[in-house]
């Protein structure tokens, strides 16, 4: 069993910069995918980021690329996602989310974050002047 914390998230002003940790338990090796999806305030989920644990391939959505880095340290078990240039339509709960690759889970993918079965509690991000 899976189990993903968020953390990082708060207030920040358009063109910040904000880093969001996900620290990952219940690993047994590296043969895992872990993303990043977001729900905006009156919206549904949407798809921002993947990372393999096994050979570090990574996957965006348009919308973030150039402006958000997903990365690991497999040593702690922790995935970061770097998040630069932010802007209000960023405003959202950042969830971090996981699935074993034996059971399909791969990144890069289509819906990038979106399509793993684990998810942890969330991590608020308000961009706002």
């Known amino acids: 069993q899976l189990h993903l914390v968020e953390s990082g998230g708060g207030l920040v002003q358009p063109g910040g910069s904000l880093r969001l940790s996900c620290a990952a338990s219940?690993?047994?090796?590296?043969?895992?995918?872990i993303g990043w999806f977001r729900r905006a305030p009156g919206k549904g989920r949407e798809g921002v980021a993947c990372i393999s644990l096994s050979d570090g391939d990574t996957g965006y959505v348009d919308y973030v690329k150039g402006r958000f880095t997903i990365s690991r340290d497999n040593a702690k078990n922790l995935v970061y996602l770097q998040m630069n240039s932010l802007k209000f339509e960023d405003t959202a709960v950042y969830y971090c989310a996981a699935d074993d690759q034996r059971s399909g889970a791969h990144c890069p993918s289509a819906e990038p974050g979106l399509d793993l079965g684990y998810w942890g509690l969330g991590t608020e991000v308000n961009v706002a002047s």
């Open positions: 219940g690993l047994t090796d590296d043969y895992y995918v």
